[in-house]
């Protein structure tokens, strides 16, 4: 009798000591009306707002305290609109669109943030989507790519300055000069619109802000892509000393003045390496080539331009001249990761890249909406390294034939990761400097591994986040949490969602957690300084400290 006394007042300490602390609510504002929309200025400054949204109603509350700013129905903002289908906040602006759509009658009205007034409203432009506005803060106006021309307005009247009918698709990145009010831009075909622009070619163009007129344009190789969810571009343009680069699929260069063609050093690759799931209406892969990488003059490039041939090329960084090209690296499908460590360029064949879906499917008798971000392996896979002085193949590592997440670098180390286990590399010979399982961490088998500061790695499992010493594998923290997946992370602030929508903030290295338990269908959003969460569930808004 006294022994199981013993046992179960041991058992309620362990579970004192083991009892995970919960995210502190800074806030909980519980709102009049459902929400189906959301955004959040992730800002967080002490001024800015945020809104939450129904079919009917739309409230736009302080970030500080959750107190409402105001709350408005649609038919009282906006009297045209008999329904909202859509909600699109420019926070640069201070304006939210609102889209009512009618097949062929569509209806958009432009609300001030500030105080829930209509600033305007346009039935002219039909079929718009979030995909294809764009919020230009140096003008202070919207670009609108339609389907046979691209309209330029005034943020706060929706007066229409210019439109052109020379510019085709949706306004990508672009680079603005104050001196003369032009701007170079790129054109791309949002995910799922693939049929909607009428004579869509790949364009790159220097504009005249004014007037509209395109004082140059040209084409670019490969496909300009913005990411399905986070409505990331996954290429980079900017302009130095009266040369354009775009480094997208390679690098190409353009002249500022007349748009001509130095050089490029670019190749037309589809990342097809994973199928969607079904019902998929707008589907992205992320991450399948590696960016090109610069040291000095110097530019290391891989080129996939089929599925046949895959080379890595080395270009001086000025001239555009070819300087050597590598063997044929043979069967690789993508190849995620390149990394110039001393004077090898260490090579990931295969591993994990990153898909963005939305999709639409039936369960039971509703139709349910789903948007997800997952990380699948693409095989094969393999470790190789070539000397940069002349592309020959300096080693080749069999051990991950098998398996690999991905692979990061130090200064010194060379970490790849199989799934279930930490391998250090010299970059050198290519000679293993330690294993180590990830079991250590006790947070299942690794999805990814990321990097903290100059020496520590971050493994994300698949149960929790642990962390490493880069230098020898040495276990430094761990947070066993449940099944889950990486949904954000800034700086040491790194968020695991479950299926559930069930929260763990944890912060680096120590890998302590705490935890917050939402509603299923939950939505998140991260903060840009990491330290707090915004969740929308049903009819709550809550503000969470995550540390």
């Not at 690296?329 to 390149?338: C, M, T, V």
Request: include cysteine.
């Amino acid at each position: 009798m006294k022994k199981l006394s013993f046992i179960f007042i041991f058992s309620i300490l362990s579970g004192l000591i083991l009892a995970q602390e919960d995210m502190s609510v800074v806030w909980e504002t519980k709102l009049g009306h459902g929400i189906d929309y959301y955004g959040t200025d992730i800002s967080d400054k002490p001024d800015s707002y945020s809104f939450a949204a129904d079919a009917k109603e739309i409230s736009v509350f302080k970030n500080n305290d959750g107190s409402i700013i105001w709350t408005k129905a649609y038919k009282d903002m906006a009297p045209k609109l008999r329904k909202v289908d859509e909600l699109l906040a420019f926070w640069e602006s201070n304006t939210i669109f609102l889209f009512d759509r009618k097949m062929g009658k569509d209806q958009i009205a432009c609300i001030d943030m500030e105080n829930g007034d209509l600033l305007w409203n346009t039935d002219k432009y039909q079929e718009v989507t979030e995909d294809v506005v764009v919020y230009i803060p140096e003008e202070d106006g919207f670009a609108i790519s339609l389907k046979k021309e691209l309209v330029f307005v005034k943020a706060r009247t929706g007066e229409e300055v210019w439109n052109t009918a020379k510019f085709k698709g949706a306004v990508g990145k672009y680079s603005y000069n104050p001196d003369d009010g032009s701007m170079v831009m790129v054109n791309f075909v949002p995910s799922g619109l693939g049929a909607f622009f009428t004579g869509f070619k790949n364009q790159i163009a220097r504009i005249n802000m004014s007037n509209g007129e395109i004082i140059w344009e040209n084409t670019y190789i490969g496909r300009a892509e913005r990411k399905v969810i986070s409505k990331e571009f996954i290429y980079e343009l900017e302009v130095i000393d009266d040369q354009v680069f775009l480094r997208m699929n390679g690098i190409q260069v353009y002249d500022y003045n007349t748009g001509a063609n130095k050089w490029s050093a670019a190749f037309d690759f589809t990342a097809d390496v994973v199928k969607p799931p079904q019902g998929t209406k707008k589907f992205g892969v992320y991450g399948a080539v590696a960016d090109p990488y610069i040291v000095g003059n110097d530019i290391y490039v891989i080129d996939m331009s089929n599925k046949k041939n895959q080379y890595v090329k080395k270009y001086d960084l000025k001239t555009g001249r070819l300087i050597w090209s590598s063997a044929e690296i043979k069967g690789a499908r993508a190849i995620p990761g390149l990394k110039v460590i001393g004077d090898k360029v260490a090579l990931q064949i295969g591993g994990r890249v990153e898909t963005q879906y939305y999709r639409v499917y039936k369960s039971g008798d509703s139709w349910v909406k789903e948007w997800g971000v997952t990380f699948p392996e693409v095989k094969p896979f393999g470790v190789q390294a070539f000397n940069t002085s002349d592309g020959s193949l300096a080693w080749e590592s069999e051990r991950f034939k098998k398996g690999i997440t991905n692979a990061v670098s130090f200064e010194n180390y060379h970490i790849v990761c199989s799934g279930k286990a930490l391998y250090s590399i010299d970059a050198t010979t290519g000679d293993e400097k330690y294993e180590v399982p990830v079991s250590k961490g006790g947070v299942g088998q690794a999805s990814l591994v990321q990097k903290f500061g100059d020496d520590i790695i971050v493994v994300i499992g698949e149960k929790g986040v642990s962390t490493f010493k880069a230098q020898d594998g040495e276990l430094i923290g761990s947070g066993d949490y449940k099944k889950s997946s990486l949904e954000d992370r800034i700086d040491d602030i790194v968020i695991m969602k479950t299926e559930k929508a069930d929260l763990a903030a944890y912060t680096l290295p120590a890998c302590t957690y705490k935890e917050f338990k939402a509603r299923k269908g939950a939505g998140t959003s991260l903060t840009k300084d990491g330290n707090h969460v915004f969740v929308y569930e049903k009819k709550v808004v809550t503000k969470l400290s995550t540390r």
